[in-house]
């Protein structure tokens, strides 16, 4: 019965042993956030696809990496148009900045030293496929369509997608208060340029803006995969504080569209960043001849 008992307690303590090895091995096996490709059909006459990132936002802690991925048959690449470093990507992951850098079915990750938001488009689809990654220098990492402040002693980590003029921004948000206070952008506009103008907060002081005109395929009578083509933008930066005015004009195909039409729907949108927070806001604007 001695030498069983004695058997028995040392099988215990070497299972347990082999409990202690394997569970840091589990826990330093977990994957961070996930984004991938999703493509939607659309309907009309034109049938356009809808292309997005699913989710659109995520947010890590510095050093951390995410996973990015296109599982479709569908055409898709990673352009970084915004951020304070260049994140480290697998070889999976095609990044660049013309169509060429893109593909369909591919995998791979892309690790963030650097804290700040990182904002990238498709190579194929530009910025109707946005998607925004902010790095916290504390480890915090989640995903959604918003990604929550960072908090504790470090800066704060914002990103801010919103669907409507109303929708509040937070204190560390480059825009001047709320959406709708801080831009001004009339709905209704004549001539053959989009105006307006944007507040911009201290946080938002260096920072980078982008404004993007978007018409429907079908109103300029092309086709293509996207719903939407773009038909002018402004960047701008090394922004600063207070009030900034904006012109963008329509590209050539949009100006004979108008001519024709006598009016012409544009979606604009707004993406305004800087090293520690970024704002993105979409507009209707409807322009006359």
Not at 137 to 161: D, E, L
Not at 229 to 254: C, I, Y
Not at 272 to 285: C, F, K, N, P, W
Request: charged share 10%; net charge positive; glycine share 12%.
């Amino acid at each position: 019965m001695v030498r069983l008992r004695r058997r028995f307690l040392f099988l215990l303590a070497a299972v347990l042993g082999a409990a202690v090895v394997v569970l840091p091995a589990i826990a330093g096996s977990e994957t961070g956030p996930s984004i991938e490709a999703e493509n939607k059909p659309g309907s009309g006459i034109y049938s356009e696809e809808h292309h997005a990132w699913k989710p659109s936002s995520a947010t890590v802690g510095a050093g951390a990496a995410v996973a990015i991925s296109n599982p479709t048959a569908v055409p898709h690449g990673v352009r970084w148009v915004s951020a304070p470093g260049t994140p480290s990507c697998s070889a999976g992951v095609p990044v660049g900045a013309t169509v060429e850098a893109s593909g369909s079915k591919w995998s791979g990750t892309c690790t963030f030293a650097q804290p700040g938001v990182y904002v990238f488009y498709c190579t194929v689809h530009g910025p109707e496929m946005t998607g925004t990654i902010t790095v916290n220098s504390s480890a915090v990492t989640t995903t959604g369509a918003v990604a929550p402040p960072a908090t504790g002693g470090a800066p704060t980590t914002t990103t801010n997608q919103m669907s409507s003029p109303e929708a509040a921004v937070s204190p560390g948000s480059p825009l001047a208060g709320s959406a709708a206070q801080a831009i001004k952008l009339a709905p209704s506009q004549h001539g053959r340029s989009i105006r307006g103008s944007l507040k911009i907060s201290q946080a938002g002081a260096g920072g980078r803006l982008e404004v993007d005109l978007l018409a429907k395929a079908a109103s300029l009578a092309v086709a293509g995969h996207g719903a939407q083509v773009q038909v002018g933008r402004l960047v701008r930066s090394g922004l600063h504080a207070g009030t900034l005015p904006f012109t963008v004009t329509l590209g050539a195909r949009a100006r004979h569209a108008l001519r024709a039409h006598r009016r012409l729907t544009l979606s604009v949108r707004i993406l305004l960043s800087s090293s520690h927070a970024a704002a993105r806001i979409t507009r209707t604007v409807v322009l006359h001849a």
